[in-house]
T-cell receptor
Framework: NAGVTQTPKFRVLKTGQSMTLLCAQD?????MYWYRQDPGMGLRLIHY???????AKGEVPDGYNVSRLKKQNFLLGLESAAPSQTSVYFC????????????FGQGTRLTVV | AQSVAQPEDQVNVAEGNPLTVKCTYS??????LFWYVQYPNRGLQFLLK??????LVKGSYGFEAEFNKSQTSFHLKKPSALVSDSALYFC?????????????FGRGTSLIVHP
């Protein structure tokens, strides 16, 4: 049972570089989310998607873009990485019914130097 | 917007003692509340949820949570703590964004269980 899989698990970027984080889920979930976790800040929503081909902004979307071309995949892009984007990034998915819980990937630890 | 607050950054408890991790909520309408646990270097795992019905909700690993409407609280509890319960715990609420419902999390509480 793979659940939610994130790649890569670790990455170091130089300021100004770009990269894409991949999230894949095998549970046929409608909703997918990208969060970032920073000490003392909890989880903050970056972007989310309520279905294939749809995306929407969360609390902290600046500097990030997303795409959901296939239902099972949700990509998070950093166009020009900044040190403030050093964080742990989590992808999650849920069925989309309002009372169901979210399932999380193991996270991507990103350091921007 | 719906929100949850976790007033304690850290909770310390001795093994075998009961534990409580606090969460208060601010919602309009009926609250849909969740607890998750995060072990080191892992993603969040679902523990339990309150949707409606019985105010005492039972979940995984012997945890339970008490929904209290008058105090707008949803505290996580366990009768006897284990060292292996040491982890980061997040309270979450269903928040309405546009026409969708999205999980919104508290800042987390670090639970440390001492042998």
């Amino acid at each position: 049972n793979a659940g939610v899989t994130q790649t890569p698990k670790f990455r170091v970027l130089k300021t100004g570089q770009s990269m894409t984080l991949l999230c894949a889920q095998d549970m046929n979930h409608e909703y997918m989310y990208w969060y970032r976790q920073d000490p003392g800040m909890g989880l903050r929503l970056i972007h989310y998607s309520v279905g294939e081909g749809t995306t929407a902004k969360g609390e902290v979307p600046d500097g990030y873009n997303v795409s959901r071309l296939k239902k099972q995949n949700f990509l998070l892009g950093l166009e020009s990485a900044a040190p403030s984007q050093t964080s742990v990034y989590f992808c999650a998915s849920s069925q989309g019914v309002t009372n169901t819980e979210a399932f999380f990937g193991q996270g991507t630890r990103l350091t921007v130097v | 917007a719906q929100s949850v607050a976790q007033p304690e950054d850290q909770v310390n408890v001795a093994e075998g003692n009961p534990l409580t991790v606090k969460c208060t909520y601010s919602v309009s309408g009926n609250p849909y509340l969740f607890w998750y646990v995060q072990y080191p270097n892992r993603g969040l795992q679902f523990l339990l949820k309150y949707i409606t019905g019985d105010n005492l909700v039972k979940g995984s690993y012997g945890f339970e949570a008490e929904f209290n409407k008058s105090q707008t609280s949803f505290h996580l509890k366990k009768p006897s703590a284990l060292v292996s319960d040491s982890a980061l715990y997040f309270c979450a609420v269903r928040d309405r964004r546009g026409g969708s419902y999205i999980p919104t999390f508290g800042r987390g509480t670090s639970l440390i269980v001492h042998p």
